[in-house]
């Protein structure tokens, strides 16, 4: 299994809480949310990581320096890191060929490491994270539920369904799930939808698939937030890093 994280936008609804750097440069609790990502991955079993980098990506380089992982990590750079984030997914297809299985994660997310544990340790072969716990109103990507099924992903969703909770922004693919998302991301980018964030065409692909092709854990209870507003990363060290877990001193293995 190998991890995708997308990096390469600025941030720039961070101001000055950004400080100028890539979002996954943000520390919390005395580290960037680079290292968090790579130690949490690698104690959960995934030792294959592959990064898109834009925006200074030159410093993205120095933190993976740092910490130990130079060439350990492999690094995708996206010029036009300033369009939508469906062209850092186009940017990656070539870290998901030959892979059984693929984690394809946003990386402005501080979470606790069992939320990775449930990803990777989940029996569904395509599953995304679902959080009960959600904020109204348009900003949160929901996961819409019918049936016990995933029947809408959006933020503004218009299926019908029973509930919604809030999308992590990690998602593990399977060989096939993943080669159909890159097909549909680089049909994005050749018709001109540049512009557009790689969930839309994941949307389109859950809404096209069966059924029971794509399911969902429900992490509800576990810390964990997204980095998009200066609030986000107040809250974020204030809320979140108090409640975060040690890792085990097991590793947990993932296929």
Same mark, same amino acid.
């Given at each position: 299994m190998k991890a995708v994280i997308l990096a390469a936008g600025r941030g720039r609804r961070l101001g000055s809480a950004g400080d100028e750097r890539p979002k996954i440069l943000l520390r919390f609790g005395g580290r960037t949310l680079l290292q968090r990502h790579i130690e949490i991955l690698e104690h959960c079993g995934i030792g294959s990581i592959a990064m898109v980098v834009g925006y200074r990506a030159e410093s993205v380089h120095d933190e993976i320096k740092r910490i130990g992982r130079a060439g350990q990590v492999q690094l995708i750079e996206n010029p036009r890191y300033a369009e939508g984030s469906v062209v850092s997914l186009w940017s990656a297809a070539a870290?998901?060929?030959? @892979?059984?299985? *693929?984690? &394809?994660? %946003?990386?402005?997310? &501080?979470? %606790?490491?069992?939320?990775?544990?449930?990803? *990777?340790?989940?029996?569904?072969?395509?599953?995304?994270?679902? %959080?009960?716990? $959600? @904020?109204?109103? @348009?900003?949160?990507?929901?996961?819409?539920?019918?049936?016990?099924? $995933?029947?809408?992903?959006?933020?503004?969703? *218009? $299926?019908?369904?029973e509930f919604h909770g809030e999308s992590v922004g990690f998602f593990r693919l399977s060989a096939g799930i993943g080669a159909a998302l890159l097909t549909g991301a680089a049909e994005y980018v050749a018709s001109g939808r540049h512009d557009q964030e790689y969930e839309e065409p994941l949307r389109d692909l859950i809404l096209a698939s069966g059924p029971d092709v794509f399911g969902y854990e429900d992490i509800t209870g576990l810390p964990w937030a997204e980095i998009d507003f200066p609030l986000d990363v107040a809250r974020a060290r204030k809320r979140v890093v108090p409640r975060l877990t040690e890792m085990a001193a097991t590793a947990a293995g993932a296929g």
């Open positions: 870290a998901f060929a030959g @892979e059984r299985s *693929t984690l &394809l994660m %946003d990386g402005d997310v &501080l979470y %606790d490491w069992r939320l990775m544990q449930r990803l *990777t340790q989940s029996h569904r072969a395509n599953c995304l994270l679902m %959080d009960r716990n $959600i @904020e109204p109103g @348009e900003e949160p990507v929901k996961l819409c539920i019918a049936a016990n099924r $995933i029947v809408d992903f959006h933020k503004r969703p *218009t $299926i019908d369904h």
